[in-house]
């Protein structure tokens, strides 16, 4: 008789469940789609995201390393400059792609939240679904499920409960397969969840390193551009120092040839001699030299690093070695300036000059005649001079010439 009341009633629940709950039906068929598809595509994904994962964390920039390089090769700004950037290139598109993948991330879980949130709701609809039937049952009076509800202290006590699984019917165990797929689901949702928090997590990090990376090589860069043009403002006032000293030197000079021919147009007024140039070689003024240390005409500045006019020749020769008249003359200077030291002006006639420079000593005094190769000073490194050295001009009706022109090596 009981087996009887049982199977009706097995009917019974097919039919009106069945027909009460085909939305939990067809919600919790898509559930097991979305355990079998979606998690396995959800896999790839992962398997995908680790791999970015360990490029990110092999791949951080070695700001030392790039300063080292750029240190050995840095020659000139330009050159440094254009390094840098196209270091902070690199890292710039690094971290686009980091900011990218985060971007990615992010979309990733919220879909995989919202996943999440529909799997929850099918397992509540099966629940929900399973005590209606439940229910059903026990208002039919079915001792079995009445009895599985008494003794179960939980649903999940309920279910485990095998003795009475295998009495479920069919369509019973259908529906319970289909709430513990929908269960694993929720539960894989949630790892994969962790998983891609924990990615997008280390790609903030790495791009925080690389965004920090970025910063030093900027800064570095700011820092070498500063210095860089602290030096050129420093140089370029040191260039027009050294131009405006020249200028004053060449204006002193002219003052001093245009008074000797003044008293040369009065001598000569006068019917007085004035002082010839017969073309006479020069004696070489530094007997003593080593080596010219810097050569007449245009070069590059020793010490200013720009093109320059240099106007005589620089002989470097030990400290108090005799400096020689390079021919016959009349001393038209002997004295000190703060750019070329104790120096010496000639006047050899006919708008010729001789002058010489940042000496130790000088031997001679202004009106006195000197004769080709007298000592008229010795070397030294007054005025604006770095070593020992004579520097020797020559100048031809108003204007700098080579003295190579009068001397030779
Ligand atoms: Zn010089």
Redesign the pocket.
């Known amino acids: 008789m009981g087996k009887w009341k049982k199977r009706i009633c097995v009917v019974l629940c097919v039919i009106v469940t069945f027909s009460g709950s085909q939305v939990q039906y067809a919600a919790a068929t898509e559930s097991s789609e979305l355990t079998n598809d979606s998690i396995k595509e959800k896999q790839s994904q992962i398997s995908e995201a680790q791999k970015a994962k360990q490029a990110l964390q092999s791949g951080v920039t070695d700001v030392k390393k790039i300063l080292q390089s750029l240190e050995s090769s840095k020659k000139n700004l330009a050159s440094y400059v254009q390094q840098l950037d196209s270091s902070l290139d690199g890292i710039q598109k690094k971290l686009d792609d980091l900011n990218a993948m985060i971007d990615e991330k992010s979309k990733e879980i919220t879909e995989t939240k919202a996943q999440l949130v529909k799997a929850e709701a099918v397992e509540k609809e099966q629940y929900e679904s399973m005590k209606k039937r439940i229910k059903f049952m026990y208002e039919r009076g079915d001792a079995m499920y009445v009895e599985m509800i008494l003794t179960s202290r939980s649903f999940g006590e309920f279910l485990n409960k095998n003795g009475y699984v295998q009495k479920l019917a069919e369509y019973d165990q259908r529906m319970l397969q289909n709430y513990k797929e929908t269960k694993e689901a929720i539960d894989q949702y949630k790892k994969e969840l962790e998983e891609e928090q924990e990615i997008l997590g280390e790609a903030k990090t790495a791009a925080k390193q690389e965004e920090a990376s970025m910063q030093v090589l900027i800064s570095a860069k700011e820092q070498e551009i500063g210095v860089y043009e602290a030096d050129i403002s420093n140089k370029s006032n040191l260039v027009k120092e050294y131009e405006a000293e020249i200028a004053a030197q060449t204006a002193a000079i002219s003052a001093l040839e245009k008074a000797v021919a003044e008293e040369k147009k009065r001598l000569e007024e006068a019917n007085q001699a004035v002082r010839k140039y017969d073309g006479g070689i020069f004696t070489f003024p530094a007997p003593s030299y080593k080596r010219v240390s810097?050569d007449y005409g245009y070069r590059i500045h020793p010490t200013l690093g720009v093109k320059q006019f240099?106007n005589?020749?620089?002989l470097a020769a030990p400290n108090g070695s005799p400096i020689l008249a390079g021919y016959d003359g009349t001393v038209v200077a002997a004295t000190y300036s703060s750019t070329m030291g104790n120096y010496v002006m000639l006047d050899h006639g006919d708008g010729l000059y001789t002058i010489y420079?940042h000496a130790s000593a000088l031997s001679v005094s202004k009106g006195q005649e000197v004769s080709k190769g007298q000592q008229i000073g010795s070397v030294g490194s007054t005025g604006r001079s770095t070593g020992p050295?004579l520097?020797f001009s020559v100048r031809l009706n108003g204007a700098y010439v080579s003295p190579w022109n009068y001397i030779s090596r």
């Open positions: 810097d240099h005589g020749v620089d420079m050295h520097h």
